[in-house]
Structure formats: structure tokens, C-alpha cells
């Protein structure tokens, strides 16, 4: 349960916020505003893309699934925060890097390119209300050449990232302008999470 210092007795009385996902990064910054999730449980899911799904729909898709996932091992009404982003080169779904070949076809597709970052965001009410929400955020590399990129897969940052890199890390050296929330590229659209979190009563400040 969130129980930000001051609290009220009604406030504390709110159902837990349960987060749906291990990533490290979208803890940071739900703590960055102050959000403290009571619980965080894993959703695995086949995250794989389905024949003809276009990126948007398929971040949602995921988004809802993770949610519903949550909610299923989770033994206790709760809100049910669950997020998925995706890096997107026109139609085009980039895979979340696994290898390093991975890393470096993704990061040679996205050199002095322009590219999207879209952010699904699902939130499960405690009974069982869906709402969903989507950032989209543009980013533009600059060129890169061979040695930067053949760096960048030896620092194996971009490992398990979407796209093939974090831009928290040592790949914003890569970005020539973007457009949109930082937090979305980072993994979670900070302002808009909370706006959700809060028009659901799930948090209040």
C-alpha cells in the first residue's frame, strides 16, 4: 500500500498497488514521484508479436495482458499497475535484445534515423475496471559509426532493452533531438502514470 508521510486513516484504507513487472527502472521512477508499489509481481507472458500487429495495439495488448497476469496470482483486491514499451523504426517492431548481435542490428537499423518509443500503461481497478493509457515519444540518432556501435555492444547495457539500448545510460549520447517524455523512453511515462494512478483513486499526493 502506498502511505506517502501524512498520511490520512482513509487514505491508508486504500487497496495495495500491486506493480507488474521486475524492471528496475520503472521502481525508480514510480519512487520518483513519491510511489512506493506494496507489492511487485512478475508477469511472464508470450510477449511475442502477432501476425499484422502494429506497434500501438501491440503495446496495449501487452500492457492489458501483463495486468491481467498480475491479478490472477495476486490473492487480494488490488490496483494493478502493468506497463510495456516498444520501440518502433516506422511499421516496424524492434525486439527486446537478447544477444548481442541483437544490439548491434538494432542500434545499426536506428543510426541517423528517427524512431518511436511507445509506452502502454494498464491499470486494473479492484474491481476489475480496465484503463489504459499510451505515450509515444520520438527519438533521432545521429549516425553512428562501427567503433561506437561495436563500444556500445561490448558495454552490455543494451541487453534485455527495447530497441537494443537505455537511454539513461551511455546510449543518450546517440540522441540528436526527441520529442516526448524522457520517462517514456526510459520505461514508464512518469506525468502520465501518475495522472491514471490518481483519476483512479489508486494514489492521491
Known amino acids: ?9 482513509i487514505a ?10 521486475e524492471s528496475p527502472r520503472r521502481l525508480a521512477l514510480l519512487a520518483q514521484a513519491g510511489i512506493a508499489p506494496a507489492h511487485v509481481v512478475p508477469a511472464a507472458i508470450d510477449e511475442s508479436v502477432r ?3 502494429q506497434p500501438r495495439s501491440h503495446a496495449l495488448r501487452l500492457a492489458t495482458e501483463k495486468a491481467l497476469a498480475a491479478q490472477a496470482r495476486h490473492d487480494a483486491p488490488a490496483f494493478i499497475l502493468a506497463a510495456d514499451t516498444v520501440v518502433a523504426c516506422g511499421r516496424r517492431i524492434l ?8 544490439v548491434r542490428d538494432c542500434l545499426t537499423l536506428l543510426s541517423g534515423r528517427r524512431h ?9 481497478t479492484p474491481d476489475g475496471r480496465l484503463s489504459t493509457r499510451l505515450a509515444l515519444t520520438r527519438v533521432s540518432f545521429r549516425r553512428l559509426a562501427e567503433p561506437e556501435i561495436a563500444a556500445y555492444v561490448e558495454s552490455r547495457e543494451g541487453i534485455g532493452k527495447a530497441g537494443g539500448y537505455a537511454i539513461q545510460g551511455r546510449a543518450e549520447i546517440f540522441v540528436k533531438e526527441i520529442s516526448g517524455s524522457y520517462s517514456n523512453v526510459v520505461g514508464l511515462p512518469l506525468s502520465l502514470t501518475v495522472q491514471l494512478l490518481q483519476g483512479c483513486g489508486a494514489w492521491v499526493p
Not at 1 to 9: D, E, H, L, T, Y
Not at 116 to 124: G, I, R
Open 1 to 9: 500500500m502506498i502511505s506517502p508521510k501524512g498520511a490520512s486513516p
Open 12 to 21: 491508508s484504507a486504500r487497496p495495495e498497488l500491486v506493480l507488474a513487472s
Open 51 to 53: 501476425k499484422g500487429e
Open 95 to 102: 525486439p527486446k535484445a537478447l544477444t548481442d548481435r541483437d
Open 116 to 124: 518511436q518509443v511507445m509506452t502502454a500503461v494498464a491499470l486494473l
